[in-house]
């Protein structure tokens, strides 16, 4: 009588953990704030499983002018969503109509509705990864850098983003439209430098800020393969954890890489770092 009990009790867990394995999920233009009339709105991706999973919030580049949710930074998608992470892809308000930081607010306006709603998309909201491309790399370090308690994140990856933007533009000649567009100036001066400055997440650099992951090929042509270099040494020097990843030979941007099949490692690099820090 007694084995039988424990076989039905058995049967029972058995049955119970199968049924809470859920199949894998997909959402498209989830909206996760509004201002001043403009829907902001996210995809996402919940892999198969019974969770509650890592997540990713995923903040596309095209120089802080251009790009959505589904440009650029799609090639990380599958490589997630193969490792058992939950995925954000998020849209934000673009230059020159609205201003910086006006795209550093939307993130971290993501940020908050993953986590408010993280029992809903079954994933742990203290497993929270922040991931951005080329104008995305920037925001995600800068939000990463300031580290605010409704908006912190467990790990940040910047690929190809830029960190100090005054070093960037002694080195941009001449300095491009986007940079003036983002912050509404018309020159370099001692009167936009002050602005240029707030924006560099190197200034925010402190002890207690998530680790980093920085990716960067080293012929990039757009972004100074330095700004990786420059952040990954004040971060350690600062005490706080960052890993660098350097494409050896790769120029600027995954779209470029992806043809490239020397340069592709950097997907299993990327998930074997997150999965390291995340677990």
Request: charged content about 20%.
């Amino acid at each position: 009588m007694k084995t039988a009990l424990i076989q039905f009790c058995i049967y029972v867990l058995v049955w119970f953990a199968l049924n809470l394995t859920a199949t894998a999920a997909t959402f498209k233009d989830v909206q996760f704030s509004e201002v001043d009339g403009v829907r902001l709105t996210l995809d996402a991706h919940v892999p198969e499983g019974t969770g509650p999973f890592p997540a990713a919030v995923l903040v596309h580049g095209g120089g802080w002018v251009a790009g959505d949710k589904q440009q650029y930074i799609t090639y990380i998608f599958q490589p997630l969503s193969d490792a058992g992470f939950a995925w954000f892809s998020i849209n934000y308000r673009l230059a020159p109509q609205y201003k910086f930081p006006a795209d550093a607010d939307d993130v971290e306006a993501a940020i908050r509705f993953v986590k408010v709603n993280a029992a809903k998309y079954n994933i742990d909201p203290r497993r929270i990864a922040l991931i951005g491309e080329s104008a995305g790399g920037h925001l995600v370090s800068y939000v990463g850098a300031r580290n605010r308690p409704e908006s912190r994140v467990a790990a940040v990856v910047s690929m190809y983003g830029i960190h100090d933007f005054i070093s960037a533009c002694v080195e941009w000649k001449p300095v491009p439209t986007e940079i003036l567009q983002l912050f509404g100036i018309s020159e370099i001066n001692a009167d936009s430098a002050p602005i240029l400055l707030k924006a560099s997440p190197v200034v925010y650099v402190k002890r207690d800020m998530p680790p980093f992951l920085l990716v960067h090929g080293s012929k990039d042509e757009d972004v100074p393969y330095a700004q990786s270099v420059e952040m990954c040494r004040k971060m350690k020097d600062a005490g706080a954890r960052c890993d660098l990843i350097t494409i050896e030979g790769a120029p600027h941007g995954m779209d470029h890489w992806e043809p490239v099949p020397e340069f592709l490692w950097y997907k299993q690099a990327l998930v074997d770092w997150l999965k390291k820090i995340l677990r």
